[in-house]
């Protein structure tokens, strides 16, 4: 019977001495190892096919494959020495640790200790206690990685781990083995594992690297191929070694494949093939990489502008065995810079030109564009008024300068500030010069907070709108004025008599009208003439003026020889006393008239003042009116007033 050391061996069970001695070391040794590498290969044959699966399947399937192998291994044991057998289970619990994940990992150490258990044995316990502890150094593995794909210093790592987490199963259980079970057995178990593990891993790390880098490869190829710019490369001869299909529509050639071996000469002038080798000799001889754009002429005739970049390639040693070629096709972009350029010309072209000036200013309120007239609109700033300028320094300056000019009670800073809010708002602004002259500032905003102003000067029509308007208040003013008298005329005193009546029925103040007709002028005109007669008129107009000599009342010629005077603020007695310092002033004239009673111009005055049955202005008039005719018809040359006359009441009543 073994020592009970050589029975309790991690990994190993013990077998009856007659079955150990059937199958020696190196058979049972080789079998596992081929079950490995059958494993390996079939990972690898499948590497593809399983990475494109969904992750439950892909889980599924790893299980699968992993459980099939821990169990194949473990049903083909090995013998290490007399009476102790091993397997390769420790490798694929480590390698599902490594490249499988969490439930791979469960499910293949659930498999080896559930097969574990059935094949029983006296070294049972120990075995599943070792199994026990290469899922720790499988989970350890797995957290290791943090979700990245293990490297080959992960796979060492992980096979020494799991190698020696057998020793340490061993110390935990059994205590330290003898000198001789250390040598028969624990040194090759621990070697085979190692060896087995880092095998095995790093086959399938080379192998994951061998499938990443074909994936890279075609998508760099797929890429290369559909790239819509030409590509190629040329080796020290300058013949083709590859180029994409864009180049071979360029060399009017049908596939890449026949562009292979040739040189540009075949497609090209001696005089463009050689300038296109020169360039690809520079690269050659100075190893550096160079841009530039060349005007090229395609196979086909048409003419193209290409941004050409050439790269050295390089071997494995640093020497410079090739020129990669990368052609861009800029020609529309070439158009359409020369079409930019042409409208910029045409655009600084036009704003010199322009009458008006203009500045943009960008949304910090600096100029960006502006020509000259706009400068030259503001001629003690315009050294200011250049791109680049701030507004606000502007506007200090065109204080500071005297150039304009601040309104009372406005600061500089508030006024700075809302011509800065202006230049942000659509609108007109017009400014008063130093000068005399003024400018409109028309401002434009755009979604940018840009700002466009275009400056005007407006000075002359400026003048002629002042001029205009005083043109209007003459106009006005004639319109209103009678030419011969130089007094208000009819339609004047008609306004001023319905302001004030409904001014005097508003605050319930006095309100009289004095109508005034000079007497037998018909006759004055026969005897003296039209000239004498205006010239009679206008001495009354003088004397009635002279009489109305409040800022408020007003003198009028009401027609002919008949005059008005309004007396706002006059009652009865006042309006009486007024008539008779005109006919008293008229009679101090002393103007002849010989065909008159007293042998002198003379005048009837009826007057009225507004009473509580007036409701309108011509209740006023018509009672005046009435009066200065019952003055006519009683005598002339006398004074009549409308209040407290019963023949006046009468009439109007009737």
Known sequence: MLHPAKRMVLNCRAQPVGRCEKVTIWHGLLVNLAILSIFVSIWMQAYDAIGRMAVWLRTLTLSVLFIAGVITVMLLPFQITTGIQADLRTTLIVLAGLFGGPVVVAGTTAAALVLRALIGGQGAAQGMAGIAAILIVAAACHFMLRGRRPRAPDVLLASAAGAGGLPAAWLLWSGYPSQQMFVDAWIPIVTIVFVATAIAGLSIVREERRAAATRENELYAAAFKALPNLMNVKDRSGRFVIANPATATAMGVSNPESLIGRTVFDFYS?????????????????????????????????????????????????????????????????????????????????????????????????????????????????????????????????????????????????????????????????????????????????????????????????????????????????????????????????????????????NQSPLSVLMVDVDRFKAYNDAYGHPQGDECLKQVARMLKSSARRPGDVAARYGGEEFAILLPDTDAESAAAVAELVRWGLGELAIPHKDSDSARVTVTIGTATVVRGDRAPGDLLRRADWALYLGKTSGRDQIRSSQGDDAIGARLAG
């Not at 941004?307 to 065995?321: E, I, M, Q």
């Open 270 to 506: 001696d005089e463009i093939a050689g300038s296109f080798e020169r360039d690809d000799d520079r690269v050659f001889n100075e190893g550096t990489a160079t841009t530039e754009r060349r005007r090229a002429e395609f196979a086909d005739g048409s003419v193209h502008w290409l941004k050409t970049t050439k790269a050295p390639l390089h071997d494995r040693s640093g020497a410079v065995v090739g020129v990669i070629t990368h052609d861009v096709d800029v020609t529309q972009s070439e158009l359409l810079a020369d079409a930019n350029e042409e409208m910029r010309r045409q655009l600084a072209e036009a704003l010199e030109n322009m009458s008006d000036g203009l500045a943009v200013f960008d949304a910090e309120n600096r100029i960006v564009i502006c020509n000259s007239q706009y400068s030259a609109l503001f001629p003690r700033t315009a050294d200011l008024r250049m791109p680049g300028s701030r507004l606000q320094d502007i506007l200090r300056a065109a204080i500071a300068r005297e150039e304009e000019a601040l309104l009372p009670g406005v600061t500089l800073e508030q006024w700075i500030d809302r011509v800065s809010t202006d230049l942000t708002q659509e609108g007109t602004r017009e400014i008063h010069l130093f000068d005399g002259r003024w400018i409109a500032v028309r401002v434009r905003t755009s979604h940018d907070g840009r700002s466009l102003s275009l400056v005007t000067d407006i000075t002359a029509a400026k003048m002629a709108q002042q001029a205009l308007v005083s043109s209007n208040i003459a106009l006005e003013a004639l319109a209103q004025t009678d030419s011969l008298t130089g007094l208000d005329n009819r339609r004047a005193f008609d306004a001023a008599l319905a302001r004030e009546f409904a001014r005097s029925t508003r």
